[in-house]
């Protein structure tokens, strides 16, 4: 019996961090498995849900931290390095956090100073673990919109979830995981469904129409789930 | 800009937590993985 559905499992297999015990990863047709962590890290990003590291770090060298796949053993962060930092600071509108104390500013402030560590490594592909874990209605919306504005900059994204509403909102495909497999996968409409949360949550939810656009997808009805507590 | 993974089985040692896995995300693509579990992943490996 499986007891995990697998996201995180699978979130370290991209990385390289966990050898596949089967099947291949490739970018753009070539063999990610031969690649060393410092080569994974200059094209695949990584975001962990926002915490608070042990040291008082600047946001600013907290940044700068990104730059360590593009540095030698020995090496600090360079001009080249700090401009990249900088301009990574103005794309995400987060100048005024710039010289304060990682540790001292707020959830959704430290998902986006961890949004632009992934960024200034310059990768193609942002992988993102719940980026909206733990965080307020505001921040919530206020992340998912910045992941949206990635992605039409090019960046490929790879995101965890746990809210389906997320999903209809900003993706452009889907994949539900359960039981050790892929449950279903594809667009969003088609896979996220009053009967496939019920398999995957064991909860009875209702799917509505709002009759409002998509972010995403100007053409895409934006959708909602209501659960449904029926007192029993 | 094109990633793969193809039939990709993954666990720890032996324990195969997830088997035949294949995804596809493109540049621009928001791929979102919904599933059971979360916490228990993040609490076992993660934060261990």
Redesign the interface.
Known sequence: M?????????F???LGL?K??????????KDMTRLSRAQIAQV?GYI??AHNPPFPFKVIDVILMGRTAHLGVFASPGEKDEKIAEEVIDSLNIRHLRDKIYTEISGGEKQLVLIARALTQKP??LVM??PT?ALDFGNQLLVLSH??KL??M?????????F?D??FL?????????S????A?GH?SEV?TERSLKD??GVNVKILNTGVQSD?NKEREVKVCIPILNAS | ????????????GKN????????T??????????????R???N???DS
Request: overall charge positive.
């Open positions: 499986y007891l995990r559905t697998g996201k995180t499992t699978l370290k297999s991209i966990l596949m015990q089967e099947g291949f990863l490739e970018l753009d047709g695949i962990p849900q193609r592909l673990d719940e874990a992941i949206q992605a039409k090019g960046l490929g994204i790879v995101m965890a979830s746990h389906p997320h999903a900003y993706s452009s495909k889907v994949i539900l995981l359960k050790g497999g892929i449950y996968a969003p996220i995957l949550y995403a | 800009m094109k990633f793969e993974v193809r039939n990709g089985t993954c666990g720890y195969t937590v997830l088997k035949a896995v294949s995804l995300v493109e540049a621009g693509e928001v791929l979102c993985i919904l599933g059971q579990g979360r228990l992943f993040l076992q490996f993660w």
